[in-house]
């Protein structure tokens, strides 16, 4: 039963990496940053709440993606398995996802950091050219990264749930030592 978390900054390739392995896996890819995405394109309510936060790569509040994962994770395509991709991104969205894991009853998931150094990130963020990768926005989105998420690769180890994963090589490369790391 895989069930993983993938953290790591903007341009990691969590993206391209949790794709693949799901599929693999036939298990659902779950992205925050794709359900947001696609709620702004089809300008659903949380579309528009959230567009002003992700457009300056700000954090969109708390409450509203832990909404949105509570409702993605009660579907019953995650009984077999699921990967994570974008969330937790705060300490608060983790201490969340641990209770809400508890109460589906679905022992503590497996974290892998996917580690690449911020020159790279940014260099393959500007080669990426969505809406939100203009220079000074990834800078943010990077300044976040460092100040809300990265205390999260902390408190996975502390719980002996992190495996780290370097995230600068091939992605064949990548996938293998994600492969070996899952086990
Ligand atoms: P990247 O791969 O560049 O990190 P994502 O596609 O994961 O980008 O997320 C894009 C944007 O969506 C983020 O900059 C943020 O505004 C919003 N977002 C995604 N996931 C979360 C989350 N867990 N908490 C708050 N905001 C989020």
Redesign the pocket.
């Known amino acids: 039963m895989t069930r993983l978390i993938f953290l790591g900054p903007?341009?990691a390739g969590?993206?391209t990496q949790a794709k693949t392995l799901a599929e693999h896996q036939g298990i659902p890819h779950i992205?925050?940053?794709?359900i947001?995405r696609a709620a702004l394109k089809d300008e659903t309510p949380l579309g528009l709440k959230?567009k002003s936060?992700?457009d300056k790569?700000?954090?969109?509040p708390?409450l509203l993606?832990q909404e949105m994962v509570e409702e993605r994770l009660g579907l019953p395509d995650t009984s077999s398995g699921w990967i994570l991709?974008?969330?937790?991104?705060?300490v608060k969205?983790a201490e969340f996802l641990d209770e809400l894991l508890k109460k589906l009853s679905q022992p503590s998931a497996k974290v892998i950091n996917l580690d690449v150094p911020d020159d790279v990130v940014v260099e393959r963020?500007l080669a990426r050219g969505r809406s939100?990768d203009s220079e000074d926005v990834i800078r943010r989105?990077l300044e976040v990264y460092r100040g809300e998420t990265s205390p999260l690769i902390d408190y996975y180890d502390q719980r002996h749930q992190l495996a780290t994963v370097n995230g600068n090589q091939s992605l064949e490369e990548v996938n293998d030592a994600l492969e070996k790391a899952i086990g």
């Open positions: 903007p341009g969590k993206g992205s925050t940053g794709d947001l959230a936060y992700m790569g700000e954090l969109v708390d993606v991709d974008g969330f937790p991104r705060t969205q963020l939100d989105r």
